[in-house]
């Protein structure tokens, strides 16, 4: 990647319907959740993190119907609860934003924004933010990116909330639905400045950049043969798909699936139908 203001993925974006029945979910699931937190009034949105290292996962939903959340609503109203948008980790939004404009694309923002965060100790703080998008029509397999300059890390990396029962540490791959794998995964590749590799199956893989996962494209049918035996209900016909965590023991994240995921040969996989839309695969590192 040749952008210098902007590293590999950040974090995956799940926006769900029911935030609370969300959170409810994966906490069954095995994953720690951060506290509830409340975006500005303009946002309109609520959230809550999943930690991980150096990456994470937010669970994001609609708290009231603001123009800044029109985008999401008609995510959910036309594709349902899943991945809507990617997070690159920002090193400085203000220069990204640039840096992408002079290549054509008109950055969104940077926008600064902060959400209230208990701290383990109960005292309160701020998570603070810079962000900046692509324009939302650049969108590769029906996936939005934006950037995310973290302000104050140590109101969101907090060691409290970053041991999970299921034993997930990192993410390894987002894997995204087309049916042309090849033309989107080279939409994404050009939006970043990066690069595309075959699979021996049909997908293609983006390299998000440093040592952050990837961004695998591929057909249903090439998804259906990475996870046989796994329902696929409630998976979209395009988009963001499947998020794969690198686990430090398959068999803790088993056991904290229980009855929702199950042992394969390629990990624990739990389906779309169990996870808002989103299939979630534990393997090894």
Known sequence: MTLKNIIGIDHAVVSVKDLDGAAAIWTKLGFTLSP??????KMGSGNYTIMLDPDYVELLGVISETEHNAPMRKFLA????GIERVAFTAVDSAAGAEEITARGY????????????TLPDGNVSAAKFRVFHWPIEEAPGGLRIFACQHKTRETVWIPELMTHANSARRLKQVMIVTTDPAKDAAHMAKLIDGTTRDESDGAVTVPSGGDRADFVFMTRDVLAKRFPGTALDGAPERGGVALVFIAGDLAAAEKA???SGAKTDVGVVVPPAHAN?????????
């Open 36 to 41: 509830r937190g409340t975006h500005s009034a």
């Open 78 to 81: 036309e594709r349902g609860e």
């Open 106 to 117: 008109k950055a969104l923002g940077p926008t600064d924004f902060e959400r209230p965060v």
């Open 257 to 259: 699936v229980g009855s």
């Open 277 to 285: 839309g989103t299939l979630l695969a534990f393997v090894k590192g």
